[in-house]
């Protein structure tokens, strides 16, 4: 009898242990996938980054003060309500790093650049936003609702960022193409 109970315990705990590891693979899986090359955007103001498959692109946005941006805005289209969503902006002149710094940023680096973090975790305003300098231009870099996804995968993407030699910069067929 204790035998047939010990056999019962290890099966019982065998498929415990199996259940356990699922939800866990599950909880790690990427929601939208892992960076492919092939998903790679370029824009004609010099750089590029992998984009989420299935995500949207919108070229050049609108910023929340109104001003176009040389940029991409990437968002999740499954996402119900507000989407997540990633920005990347060249910007036309340094950010003024005291207002920066009045929103409450801290040092950081991108990709081994010195940078500067800003979290907002307003009702609102929910988000990251990082500001760098690489090749004498500076950039900035918005995680929009990143409590849908986990950080970790849309910095993936963001790690994913470069800046590019373009032959004919003029060109508009290198906005947006693949």
Not at 16 to 38: H, N
């Amino acid at each position: 009898m204790t035998h047939g109970r010990f056999a019962k315990t290890i099966s019982v705990l065998l498929v415990a242990m199996a259940v356990v590891c699922t939800l866990i693979y599950l909880g790690l899986k990427p929601t939208f996938g892992y960076p492919d090359e092939a998903e790679r955007i370029r824009h004609e103001a010099g750089f590029s980054i992998i984009m989420p498959s299935k995500w949207q692109k919108l070229v050049s946005y609108r910023n929340r003060e109104g001003t176009i941006e040389d940029g991409f805005m990437l968002s999740d289209e499954k996402s119900e309500g507000a989407p997540s969503s990633i920005a990347v902006a060249k910007l036309h002149r340094p950010p003024e790093i005291e207002s920066l710094m009045r929103e409450g940023a801290t040092e950081s680096t991108f990709q081994g650049h010195p940078a500067w973090r800003v979290e907002k975790k307003r009702k609102l305003e929910q988000g990251i936003s990082i500001y760098v300098e690489i090749q004498s231009h500076w950039y900035r870099f918005v995680l929009g609702k990143p409590h849908k996804i986990r950080e970790e995968e849309l910095q993936a993407f963001l790690n994913t960022f470069r800046v590019e030699t373009l032959a004919d910069p003029a060109s508009s067929a290198i906005i947006g193409t693949k």
